[in-house]
């Protein structure tokens, strides 16, 4: 019912650049919160930003001042600019969106099919 369509990965060497977009599509009423989530080979998936419908934004500490988490709200779309890239940045990055698909309907997590990140020393 609810598609969330990642783009953006790839490799770059340490302290480039990439940006990501997600795109939800499908039966939608409304979005709450979008996010990134990532996670490394060997560790739990931890959330990197998320914003909310009023733009309103959190961080995890690590990326703090160099990664910018945006959305379009006319496009269902999430953004996460992404600079200063470090090794320890390399990650599968997933999109998470809280999406209703009608106005009775309650709340529910849908996620992306994850893009690789690979930041090269």
């Known amino acids: 019912q609810v598609q969330l369509v990642e783009s953006g990965g790839g490799l770059v060497q340490a302290g480039g650049s990439l940006r990501l977009s997600c795109a939800a599509s499908?039966?939608?009423?409304?979005?709450?919160?979008m996010g990134w989530y990532r996670q490394a080979p060997g560790k739990q998936r931890e959330l990197v930003a998320a914003?909310?419908?009023?733009?309103?934004?959190n961080y995890v500490d690590s990326v703090k001042g160099r990664f910018t988490i945006s959305r379009d709200n006319a496009k269902n779309t999430v953004y996460l600019q992404m600079n200063s890239l470090k090794p320890e940045d390399t990650a599968v990055y997933y999109c998470?969106?809280?999406?209703?698909?009608?106005?009775?309907?309650?709340?529910?997590?849908?996620w992306g099919q994850g893009t690789q990140v690979t930041v090269s020393s």
């Open positions: 998470n969106a809280q999406v209703r698909i009608s106005i009775r309907s309650s709340q529910n997590d849908y």
């Open positions: 499908g039966r939608i009423f409304s979005i709450n919160v």
């Open positions: 914003i909310t419908s009023t733009s309103s934004t």
